[in-house]
């Protein structure tokens, strides 16, 4: 019979977080802490390159001895803003923070006897992987509002993310003793950038008009939009005889959006 950890699996996301808000003559400071505890809810593999398949009554699983307790992820991120002013119309401010998450938990799952089947290769798709960590994002924002007189304002923020441990398809060639031909499998690997600017603009109403304009300068650029974006290259890596061949270049991303825009008009009688 099955093991008792094939089923529906149950990931567990918890988190925690404390802030507290700062206020001086010239300077306000919001500092906060926060713990993530993140566990797939899964076994996980020993080792990728060495894999085990059983025979139970003419099915084929991922024997037992393949698998061992998944890791339960824990990350301190700090998260802390501060502002003050320039003049009496112009503010400064500035925020950081760090992120963790789970990705696609479809790329985590796939029952024993399915995984058994990719495992032994004639699969042309990519294979979910609970060995999975967590991807990883640091964020960073810098910016000033202006106030034009009486009636109207302006914001400018700049902004800067780093995002690691994408997931993305990769070429597993297994060991020696493996059970295994090369296949398919997710894994981190890819990492991304994103860097623009966000334009707010106010006026409050006046002679019955009111108005309020966003604006917004960005790039997107990663390895990969997806974890299925390298499928092709994958694919020819398994072609080279067991070596392995992966270009990584930075690309804009699927959901890079350069330009982005909206102005609200709002006139009464």
Do not use: C
């Not at 995002?163 to 890819?190: E, M, W």
């Amino acid at each position: 019979e099955l093991s008792d950890f094939e089923g529906p699996r149950k990931p567990t996301d918890i988190g925690f977080y404390v802030q507290n808000k700062f206020e001086f003559d010239d300077l306000i400071m919001n500092l906060g802490l926060r713990f993530d505890i993140k566990d797939p809810g899964s076994k996980k593999y020993k080792n990728l390159e060495l894999i085990g398949i059983d025979d139970l009554g003419g099915v084929k699983i991922v024997s037992d001895s393949s698998y061992t307790d998944q890791d339960i992820f824990q990350q301190v991120s700090p998260r802390f803003g501060f502002s003050f002013p320039v003049t009496d119309k112009t503010i400064f401010h500035a925020t950081y923070g760090k992120y963790i998450q789970l990705g696609r938990l479809s790329d985590f799952y796939d029952p024993r006897t399915t995984a058994a089947q990719y495992f032994q290769g004639g699969y042309a798709r990519r294979f979910p992987n609970p060995n999975l960590k967590p991807e990883r994002t640091t964020s960073y924002e810098v910016g000033f509002q202006q106030q034009f007189g009486e009636i109207a304002s302006t914001d400018v923020t700049f902004y800067y993310k780093d995002t690691k441990d994408l997931h993305v398809i990769r070429v597993i060639f297994p060991q020696a003793g493996s059970q295994t031909t090369s296949y398919f499998a997710t894994v981190n690997g890819d990492f991304g950038t994103s860097k623009g600017v966000d334009l707010n603009f106010t006026l409050r109403r006046m002679n019955r008009l009111a108005l309020r304009g966003t604006y917004s300068f960005s790039r997107s650029t990663s390895t990969g939009s997806s974890s299925s974006t390298h499928f092709n290259i994958a694919w020819q890596d398994n072609s080279f005889n067991n070596t392995p061949y992966f270009p990584v270049i930075p690309a804009p991303s699927d959901f890079d959006r350069t330009h982005r825009g909206n102005m609200n008009l709002d006139y009464r009688f």
